[in-house]
């Protein structure tokens, strides 16, 4: 990722933490800036999770999710699994699957925005998450030895990094023989040409850095991954959709 974005990135999602942390509000949806999701019929954040009240997860978390899915819905996690959020921000994401793989299990989060890593701090001793840990770094360079997760997951996270083809690299590395991934992100029809993407939205707005459909597959098939499925969930902008991704790293 380029310095200049990188850094567009941590401060939007630094500012959307301090909304949260300073009590001013909910965070901002990446995808549509200064807009509101709800009058655009959009959906975000809390609204793509189902029975989260029951949760009983910190409010702060909530506030703070970001994302265009729900990755734990699809990942299968089990009880004593390790689990690898990249893009953790206040950590919804990882508390849900602290509960799913249970007190034998554990969960790192990996994030590289500061303000984020002490919101996610906050809300996992809230939550009293004692199987998770919370990691300062980047998609791209995942500072975990190599075969160390049963499962990666994400949300709306690889679609903001210009060094997709590492992510999906360091993904397949950190993860043991027959791990999978979980994934929540946005992917642009295959028609749409990269300057059309740019036309229908910014980089850091989750826009112009999607990958097409048939993009995505093939990065994922370059990296090594097997059994993949891109299925869409929901169309935000004309052409540019919201997508469960699923892969597997052979056994």
């Known amino acids: 990722m ?35 999701c709800a009058e655009e019929g959009h959906a975000f954040g809390p609204e793509l999770y189902d ?17 265009c899915g729900n990755p734990t819905a699809v990942a299968d996690l089990r009880p004593g699994e390790t689990v690898l959020d990249l ?24 994030d590289m925005t500061d303000e984020m890593l002490a919101l996610a701090i906050r809300n996992r001793d809230e939550a009293g998450a004692t199987n998770v840990e919370f990691l300062k770094g980047y998609i791209e360079d995942i500072p975990l030895p190599a075969s160390t997760v049963d499962v990666v997951i994400s949300n709306c996270v690889i679609n903001l990094s210009t060094e997709k083809p590492r992510v999906f690299s360091e993904m397949f590395r950190v993860l043991r023989a027959g791990g999978r991934i979980g994934i929540a992100d946005v992917v642009a029809d295959d028609a749409l040409t990269p300057r059309v993407r740019a036309e229908r939205g910014t980089y850091v707005g989750c826009v112009a850095g999607a990958l097409s459909f048939r993009e995505y597959e093939q990065s994922l098939r370059d ?23 699923k892969a597997r790293k052979r056994s």
């Not at 949260?20 to 909910?26: K, L």
């Not at 029951?54 to 994302?67: I, N, Q, T, W």
């Open 2 to 36: 380029t310095n200049d974005l990188r850094e567009e990135v941590r401060t939007r999602y630094a500012k959307a933490a301090l909304a949260v942390i300073e009590g001013t509000g909910a965070a901002c949806d990446c995808c549509h800036p200064g807009k509101s």
């Open 87 to 110: 893009g953790s921000g206040g950590g919804i994401d990882v508390l849900l699957s602290a509960k799913r793989v249970g007190p034998t299990g554990k969960v790192y989060g990996l």
């Open 223 to 245: 990296a090594g991954f097997v059994d993949i499925s891109i299925t869409a969930t929901h169309e935000g902008v004309p052409g540019i959709h919201s997508t469960i991704i």
């Open 51 to 67: 029975a989260l009240a029951e949760e009983r997860l910190p409010d702060a978390a909530v506030l703070a999710s970001l994302g």
